[in-house]
């Protein structure tokens, strides 16, 4: 009989889950896969604690994720929790009360494991040779993982869409000064990141994962439903994603949800994401960055194929 595991990430923006059935070593069939924006973060920038309203929206998240869990007769399961958790001083009353919901003890990751996981699932998915860099922009951190076949290097700056958005765009549209104070706080990141990949702008294998960048791949390519194809292996140049940015950062809350591709849940902090998706593409001077579906999910699951 088939193996079927699952692996939840509670994430800064986001909760996701991923069921699937192993087919082979490395190999599985995905049965489902679900995000839902709960914004566990909103605020713990400012206040360094979750919030009891944002607690509320993902425990339901993970209550409906635990029959979905149970209805897939799952046998092995990760469950794990990243920035927002990590910086919260009350993080042991989500985690605790997390635990009751699901039967699954959720583990934080630090920033590295969460880099050594997203590179796992990235490059598992897609055929490259060569040296590949992983970004992933978060709710609250941006990961860079960066390795030939096996990940060698990684940074976990304190950027993602949800802190960027919240510290510094406080109108809408957002003003030019608004931008330009975050993407100098986003330049001064990068410049660490630099240091601790030196490398890092050798290679020509860029992925992008998480929502941002799914979001910009949709709003560029016009797709107004989410469709899996056509967002992973779509590649951006640099100019695709300048040009998504502008139409973004200059529109207001309104305008920018009538794009095709714009979640609701998403348009109070995409452009904090665009933010730190175009300050990278210009500071690193890549010329372009492909997406991938696969990320953290699915590297949480591949470390369950022993």
């Known amino acids: ?16 889950l991923l069921i699937v059935e192993r087919t082979g070593h490395r190999e599985y069939k995905t049965l489902h896969r ?15 604690e979750l919030g009891t309203e944002a607690m509320d929206r993902v425990l339901a998240t993970l209550i409906d994720f635990a ?15 990243t920035s927002a958790v990590r910086d919260a001083r009350n993080r042991d009353i989500f985690l605790m009360a997390a635990e009751e919901v ?14 050594r996981f997203t590179f796992l699932g990235a490059t598992n998915s897609i055929s490259s040779t060569g040296p590949s860099l992983v970004i992933d922009i978060g709710g609250g951190s941006t990961e860079f993982a960066f390795g030939d076949g096996e990940l060698e290097f990684s940074h976990s700056a304190d950027i993602g869409c949800v802190r960027i958005s919240e510290r510094f765009i406080a109108n809408d549209p957002p003003l030019p000064e608004e931008l330009s104070a975050a993407q100098s706080l986003i330049d001064l990141h990068l410049d660490d990141v630099l240091m601790d990949i030196p490398s890092i702008q050798s290679t020509t294998n860029i992925y992008g994962v998480a929502g941002t960048i799914s979001a910009t791949s949709m709003i560029e390519q016009g797709l107004s439903d989410y469709n899996f194809d056509s967002v992973h292996g779509h590649i951006m140049s640099k100019q695709d994603i300048e040009e998504v940015f502008r139409l973004l950062a200059t529109d207001n809350r309104e305008g920018r949800l009538s794009n095709p591709g714009m979640e609701e849940g998403r348009v109070d902090v995409i452009v904090g994401g665009l933010c730190i998706l175009a300050q990278i593409m210009r500071k690193l001077e890549f010329e372009q960055i492909q997406v991938s579906e696969s990320d953290i999910l699915d590297g949480l699951i591949l470390s369950q194929m022993k």
């Open 1 to 16: 009989m088939a193996k079927t595991l699952a692996a939840i990430d509670c994430g800064t923006n986001s909760t996701r």
């Open 102 to 115: 699901t039967t699954i003890k959720p583990e934080i990751l630090d920033g590295s494991d969460e880099a």
């Open 34 to 48: 679900e995000a839902q924006i709960t914004r566990l973060g909103e605020g713990t920038d400012r206040t360094q």
């Open 67 to 81: 029959g979905k869990i149970k209805d897939h007769d799952v046998s092995e399961i990760k469950f794990v929790a």
